[in-house]
T-cell receptor, first 114, second 114 residues
Framework: AQKITQTQPGMFVQEKEAVTLDCTYD???????LFWYKQPSSGEMIFLIY??????QNATEGRYSLNFQKARKSANLVISASQLGDSAMYFC???????????FGSGTKLNVKP | DVKVTQSSRYLVKRTGEKVFLECVQD?????MFWYRQDPGLGLRLIYF???????EKGDIPEGYSVSREKKERFSLILESASTNQTSMYLC?????????????FGPGTRLTVL
């Protein structure tokens, strides 16, 4: 069975500091993709970053990087130099062998303190 | 600018009413999805469609049905709304295949069933 686990319901971080949001996944598929989305209080879902299971290098997009540890089945999101606008809900998701279907974690609510 | 639109941002219905939620995408995507989002539970897949007139049940299809008569439009139907269907409903679309084919989300419909 495919499953995504986010164990941090809520987190605080000081502005300008880095923060790591945890994500572990469970799959028996050899080929899969891992995604992170941001959901501000306005409700829209914003795609942040993608990591393919065969990608050897960790994905990076601006201040976002994905710490991919395949053997541990973890795909943690690292946000560097946090900004007040980073305060939002963050969801980790996986797309497995059935390329049409995505699986989402329960989310982590990040609060950035000034 | 690519877009997924949903027919309503907010909707209030009465128990037993038939409710239609409409979703339209302009990206010519094969795949379309309906999720419901509840606090602490993340996004749960209700139904998805990988082609016109094709549909598959997600994790929580009970009480819902869907229709996809045209590629760009995917409708979610609550045959007889109940109070436990009060939730945020998110529509998404994605292209088929592997790679970083992320899901694009609509703005969501917050449905209240009284």
């Amino acid at each position: 069975a495919q499953k995504i686990t986010q164990t941090q319901p809520g987190m605080f971080v000081q502005e300008k500091e880095a923060v790591t949001l945890d994500c572990t996944y469970d799959t028996s598929d050899q080929s899969y993709g891992l995604f992170w989305y941001k959901q501000p209080s306005s409700g829209e879902m914003i795609f942040l970053i993608y990591q393919g299971s065969y990608d050897e290098q960790n994905a990076t997009e601006g201040r976002y990087s994905l710490n991919f540890q395949k053997a541990r089945k973890s795909a943690n999101l690292v946000i560097s130099a946090s900004q007040l606008g980073d305060s939002a809900m963050y969801f980790c998701a996986m797309r497995g062998h059935n390329f049409n279907k995505f699986y989402f974690g329960s989310g982590t609510k990040l609060n950035v303190k000034p | 600018d690519v877009k997924v639109t949903q027919s309503s941002r907010y909707l209030v219905k009465r128990t037993g009413e038939k409710v239609f939620l409409e979703c339209v995408q302009d990206m010519d995507h094969e795949n379309m999805f309906w999720y419901r989002q509840d606090p602490g539970l993340g996004l749960r897949l209700i139904y998805f469609s990988y082609d016109v007139k094709m549909k598959e049940k997600g994790d929580i299809p009970e009480g819902y049905s869907v229709s996809r008569e045209k590629k760009e439009r995917f409708s979610l139907i609550l045959e007889s709304a109940s109070t436990n269907q009060t939730s945020m409903y998110l529509c998404a679309s994605s292209s088929g295949g592997t790679g970083s084919n992320e899901q694009f989300f609509g703005p969501g419909t917050r449905l209240t069933v009284l």
